[in-house]
């Protein structure tokens, strides 16, 4: 009796020492988790953001997920995603992290976008090998409570296993968009304890980055003109925020790569908007040459030079898809008449004064937070 006794207590010692032993193990996985996504020789991220087709569909430019991803993957921090567009299209053996989009329900034609729920479980988020997960929360509109009520079980599951959540602040037509409005929907998504906050830039946004206690992470929004959005990167991070999560600023671009890259200069390599936007057209007009300089591989005019006598299954002879040679519908270079957006210009106050536009030599910058 006695020595069952001891080894119930033996096992008793065991099971708690096991469950504080995994309590830190899922920290150090959770903080592990979290320097993939910001990094922290800089504490930034930049997080390229294709999950619009959970309630948009084939969203324009994103028609074919893994045409657009495989260019960009490495060049982004981490990949904002759904499971469907993961397994799909991107491929396995890609080191870039995950953020899994495990919320929603309603579409773009539907009655209420707002009505959203969790739709992953939490096992085939470990299966995806997650990095964090991601949902919105739609404070202020009818389905409020559901929303930030599922933020809060969504952190209960994800924090038994080390993976951080990060939440999006939605906003609609009848939903803010300024300081206010965001400070409070920040705070609370902070409150029920995501560990990102994504959210959109506004006037006054040092104030949404000071009142949360989490970092926060900049939607690119709405396609604008390139410069633009390279000013809206620069203004976020200097309010405070960690980088951007950005989808259609990048992939609607007529440039997706030069546009990435000119992102990540500001993000990572400390440039400021002039430097990131002559780094976009540099990069934009050599791949156009590039692409003009391509021989035409349409063969459909010449005799079919296969000897065997299979039939020809050149593919060449489809219609030549080169779009390079159409006029650039890229409305980019249009002065920006955005007046609202325009970010801050006062060049005084821009941190780098680095001329040189060199991309890939990454300077580490103090912590932001
Ligand atoms: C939608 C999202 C998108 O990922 C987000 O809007 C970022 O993409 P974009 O830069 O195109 O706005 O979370 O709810």
Not at 126 to 150: D, H
Request: charged share 25%; glycine share 6%.
């Amino acid at each position: 009796m006695q020595w069952k006794l001891s080894l119930l207590n033996e096992n008793g010692f065991r099971k708690v020492f096991l469950f504080f032993q995994n309590l830190k193990d899922m920290d150090w996985g959770l903080k592990n988790r979290l320097s993939s996504i910001i990094k922290p020789q800089n504490n930034r991220a930049l997080m390229l953001a294709v999950d619009h087709g959970y309630f948009l569909g084939p969203t324009e430019k994103l028609e074919n997920p893994q045409k657009v991803i495989g260019p960009l993957l490495k060049y982004c921090d981490s990949l904002m995603v759904t499971r469907g567009v993961q397994r799909t299209s991107v491929s396995p053996n890609t080191s870039t992290p995950m953020v899994l989009r495990v919320s929603g329900g309603s579409s773009i034609i539907g009655d209420d976008l707002s009505q959203e729920d969790i739709t992953v479980s939490i096992e085939d988020a470990i299966r995806l090998n997650a990095s964090a997960l991601a949902m919105s929360i739609f404070v202020g509109s009818k389905y409020e409570y559901q929303t930030v009520v599922n933020l809060g079980k969504l952190v209960n599951e994800a924090t038994k296993y080390g993976i951080p959540v990060l939440a999006v602040t939605a906003v609609g037509k009848e939903l803010g968009k300024d300081a206010r409005y965001l400070s409070l929907a920040c705070r609370m998504a902070a409150e029920q304890g995501a560990n990102i906050v994504k959210t959109y830039y506004c006037e006054n946004f040092e104030k949404v980055v000071q009142s949360c206690p989490v970092p926060i992470i900049v939607a690119g929004g709405k396609k604008i003109p390139e410069r633009d959005a390279l000013q809206l990167t620069y203004n976020s991070i200097k309010a405070g925020a960690v980088g951007v999560d950005i989808g259609r600023n990048v992939w609607q671009s007529e440039h997706p790569v030069a546009m990435i890259r000119a992102v990540r200069a500001i993000v990572h390599e400390n440039s400021n908007v002039d430097q990131a936007f002559k780094l976009y057209n540099k990069l934009a007009s050599e791949e156009s040459k590039r692409k003009s300089n391509k021989p035409n591989q349409n063969k459909s005019n010449k005799p079919n030079q296969n000897k065997s006598n299979k039939p020809n299954q050149n593919k060449s002879n489809k219609p030549n898809q080169n779009k390079s040679n159409k006029p650039n519908q890229n409305k980019s270079n249009k002065p920006n008449q955005n007046k609202s957006n325009k970010p801050n210009q006062n060049k005084s106050n821009k941190p780098n004064q680095n001329k040189s536009n060199k991309p890939n030599t990454p300077k580490p910058t103090p912590a932001k937070k």
